[in-house]
Structure formats: structure tokens, C-alpha cells
T-cell receptor, first 111, second 112 residues
């Protein structure tokens, strides 16, 4: 069966510091991968998605970036965090572009 | 552009009451998918159901049921005989190709 992992689970970072969140999927090949952000009490905003290694599509302009160095690994990064980057970050995967399955999420607080 | 509207921000019920969550969508696509997800306090989104645009048959799964009406662009979700464990945020989503558009979510609180 498929499993999706995200780490860390929680993170507190100062403004201006770098960020690296990692997501890995097990039990499937060539999945579509997604990064979402959920601000407190809000819905989900799609940040990036990837249909293959090295292929990244950005949905909203921001100071975040994503990379997919391996088939089942998706990384969300920032060189300098802003206060507005605080939120709950969710990674998801899908096959054939249909329903998406989500990881446990990373709760990021930028102080 | 695709849009999903969940007009109910919060619903509070007493255990064993039924609760219906509304979802209205907009799309110009002729083929699309509709979804419901549950987000318990732990935060992880749990997939509940997928519906294809060409299949308007309603579905029941235990205490959960879904009513898809293409004529009104609605995909409503009913929890029958609610339980405290049903307390969560529920999201409706619309998808085509690789992406999903989510509604703002409805927070359901079930009181004992």
C-alpha cells in the first residue's frame, strides 16, 4: 500500500531563516506530487505540483520554491522566511491525476 | 476557471442529529470530478469520496451519503446520526487533469 511521509511535523523558525520541508511517497511509481498551504482557519492553497522528476509548476508567486530530485521525493524550500509563510503545509500525491492523498502535514510558525 | 463554494462556515449539532453540508461548484469543463475530504483536529486530510461528472447516482457509505445534482451544480454531503468523532472540517473539491480546487471548508462540531 502507498504511504506518504512529511517531516518535520512542526517547525518554529525566525524571520529571514531558510526552510526545507521534505515529502516522500512509498508504494507507487511516477506519482503526481503537490504542495499545499493552509493558513489558520482557511482553505487549502495549491503552491506547486509536479508530474515528474525536475518538472515543477508554480501556482502562486511567492518566496517559496519546490524541487523534485527523485521520483518520490518532493521538497519545499525558502531562502528567507517571511511572517506570512506561517501555516500548515500539506504534501499530496495522486496517480493519473484523480483523487489526491495527503500526508500528515508540517505546522510552520515563523516568528 | 473552477470554483467551489461551501456557504456554511460552521455547523454545530447534538449527537445523533443529521447534518448536511452544502457544496456548489462552477466549471466550464464537461468532464470533471468532485470530492469530499475530512480534516480531523490532527490536520491530515482524509479522502472520503470521488464522483465523476457523468455519474449522478447518489451514494451511501454507512452513515455518510452524497447527493450529486448536475442540474444545480451541487454535491451535498449528509452525515446521519452524527457522532462526536465526526467533528472535523469538511472540504469539497472539484478536479480535472492534475489539480483540485477546494472550497473554504465547513467546520462541523458534534456535541455529546
Amino acid at each position: 500500500s502507498q504511504t506518504i511521509h512529511q517531516w518535520p511535523a512542526t517547525l518554529v523558525q525566525p524571520v529571514g531563516s531558510p526552510l526545507s520541508l521534505e515529502c516522500t511517497v512509498e508504494g507507487t511509481s511516477n506519482p503526481n506530487l503537490y504542495w499545499y498551504r493552509q493558513a489558520a482557519g482557511r482553505g487549502l492553497q495549491l503552491l506547486f505540483y509536479s508530474v515528474g522528476i525536475g518538472q515543477i509548476s508554480s501556482e502562486v508567486p511567492q518566496n517559496l520554491s519546490a524541487s523534485r530530485p527523485q521520483d518520490r521525493q518532493f521538497i519545499l524550500s525558502s531562502k528567507k522566511l517571511l511572517l506570512s509563510d506561517s501555516g500548515f503545509y500539506l504534501c499530496a500525491w495522486s496517480v493519473e491525476g484523480v483523487e489526491q492523498f495527503f500526508g500528515p502535514g508540517t505546522r510552520l510558525t515563523v516568528l | 476557471a473552477q470554483k467551489v463554494t461551501q456557504a456554511q462556515t460552521e455547523i454545530s449539532v447534538v449527537e445523533k442529529e443529521d447534518v448536511t453540508l452544502d457544496c456548489v461548484y462552477e466549471t466550464r469543463d464537461t468532464t470533471y470530478y468532485l470530492f469530499w475530504y475530512k480534516q480531523p483536529p490532527s490536520g491530515e486530510l482524509v479522502f472520503l469520496i470521488r464522483r465523476n461528472s457523468f455519474d449522478e447516482q447518489n451514494e451511501i457509505s454507512g452513515r455518510y451519503s452524497w447527493n450529486f445534482q448536475k442540474s444545480t451544480s451541487s454535491f451535498n454531503f449528509t452525515i446521519t446520526a452524527s457522532q462526536v468523532v465526526d467533528s472535523a472540517v469538511y472540504f469539497c473539491a472539484l478536479g480535472n487533469d492534475y489539480k483540485l480546487s477546494f472550497g473554504a471548508g465547513t467546520t462541523v462540531t458534534v456535541r455529546a
